[in-house]
């Protein structure tokens, strides 16, 4: 074989794979993981304060 003929080959799988990787990523079903994985950085967030709360922590810091 050529190096042509090996670099055209190299080509279609490379951009077989790059493909396959955009519809992998893009996919319905990956929607879910992708949107758990970007809140992943709350979850050592405390849980919402109740109003009197919030109020009553914004007076000490005056």
Same mark, same amino acid.
């Given at each position: 074989?050529?190096?042509?003929?090996?670099?055209? +080959?190299?080509? @279609? +799988?490379?951009? @077989?794979? *790059?493909v396959g990787l +955009? +519809?992998?990523?893009?996919? &319905?079903?990956? &929607? &879910? $993981? *992708? $949107? #758990?994985?970007?809140?992943? @950085? *709350? $979850?050592?967030? !405390? #849980? %919402?304060?109740? !109003?009197? %709360?919030?109020?009553? %922590?914004?007076?000490?810091?005056?």
């Amino acid at each position: 074989m050529e190096f042509a003929t090996l670099h055209s +080959i190299l080509t @279609v +799988i490379l951009f @077989v794979g *790059f493909v396959g990787l +955009i +519809i992998w990523a893009y996919g &319905k079903g990956r &929607k &879910k $993981d *992708f $949107d #758990e994985a970007a809140n992943l @950085v *709350f $979850d050592d967030e !405390p #849980e %919402q304060t109740k !109003p009197e %709360q919030k109020q009553k %922590q914004e007076s000490d810091h005056e």
